[in-house]
């Protein structure tokens, strides 16, 4: 079984940058693929991100060219780079856990308890 904690979240201007983290425990992070999803006020969680065991990643279009996610093996450490970033990217963020790389939710079996990021127009 997974643990994840995410870290890294906070306040920034329009323009400006995050880095956000996920730490894993439990169960070896090198054989999960693993996401990054969010949940603005009154909308349903959606997809953002997503690294594959060896390096494949996947992008909603709305971040594309503004996000980039990464993933450290050996100190079982997911990463979310956050640049450019937008008032409509103010959510909470969640890293995932799967067997799969994929862009439903419904395929990571671990999830973190989120990181709030708000972003100031």
Not at 63 to 89: A, C, W
């Amino acid at each position: 079984q997974a643990q994840l904690v995410e870290s890294g979240g906070g306040w920034v201007q329009a323009g400006g940058s995050l880095r956000l983290s996920c730490a894993a425990s439990g169960q070896t992070f090198v054989r999960y693929a693993m996401g990054w999803f969010r949940q603005a006020p009154g909308k349903e969680r959606e997809f953002v991100a997503a690294v594959s065991t060896i390096g494949v990643t996947l992008y909603t279009d709305s971040v594309k060219g503004r996000f980039t996610i990464s993933r450290d093996n050996k100190g079982g450490t997911l990463y979310l780079q956050m640049d450019s970033l937008k008032p409509e990217d103010t959510a909470v963020y969640y890293c995932a856990a799967g067997v799969t790389i994929a862009t439903i939710q419904e395929l990571y079996g671990y999830w973190g308890q989120g990181t709030q990021v708000t972003v100031s127009s």
